[in-house]
């Protein structure tokens, strides 16, 4: 994520209508990149207009999440600092605001992180906070994407219609902010799609796309997909082609469907290489000219 200036901001804060907060965060929190490429699409389908940015001075390892140099015939023009912005847009349809918080994982400070975005949710008005994740499961890639949710309370936690998530482990910045929110007394919720762990390191459109579902489901509004279908199918007969080719990966696909077709199996997987999977996968890919890591 580049912003023009990490100190840009409106000359005055603009008067939104019932806004709602959605945030996605490159990084732990985003497997095969699925909340990052959501949020992205829905600043473009949206027509999202910049709205200010957080000072990555205090929050990034350089190191880690370098500026970004841009030249112009052969002159430095300008060094991009790499950070979290939020934009804002109208909701398709309706008088309401949202605001899209489009981040990546901090390396330091968390807690003040939070409370940062926390004051642009009180100088906005934003009354409800939404968060994207993505993580790592076993489960096939040839069966319809799992989205978990958590929330605030019970009741909008079964108006989610979702799998609640009964995770306990380390967490990423997703689950912090939306634990600040809910300390804060802001209501929150978090959607987390499930990705295949043996083909994670590849962008999985199929998994954002089952993320823009729920914000329809959550919001009642309709948003355009797009391109991201057609990359979905075409995201999962690669991977298809991948395991046919494979007689490892393609064992180990059809031991994933069979548990999941009878999910109360008692008999556990065998063990499987999953980094070694991983990495013929990249390898396939990389002969097929589609890209891996960062594509």
Known sequence: MTDRDPHDRPEREP???????IAAFEGWNDAGEAASTALEHLELSWDATPLASIDPEDYYDFQVTRPHVRYADGVTRKIEWQTTRLSVATLPGTERHVVLVNGIEPNLRWRSFCTELLGHIERLGVMKVITLGALLTDIP???????SGISHDTDSANRM???????????GIVG??????????VPAMSFWAAVPHYVSQARVPKAAVALLHRIEEVLDVEVPLGGLPEQAEEWERTVSEMAEADDEVREYVRQLEEQAANEDAEEPLPEADGDAIAADFERYLRRRGTGGTGS
Do not use: I, K, W
């Open 161 to 171: 219609q979702v799998e609640p998530s009964t995770y306990q482990g380390p967490t």
């Open 15 to 21: 008067r939104l209508v019932d806004p709602v907060m």
């Open 141 to 147: 890639h040839t069966r319809p994407t799992t989205v």
């Open 176 to 185: 912090v902010f939306q634990n600040a929110c809910v300390e804060a007394g």
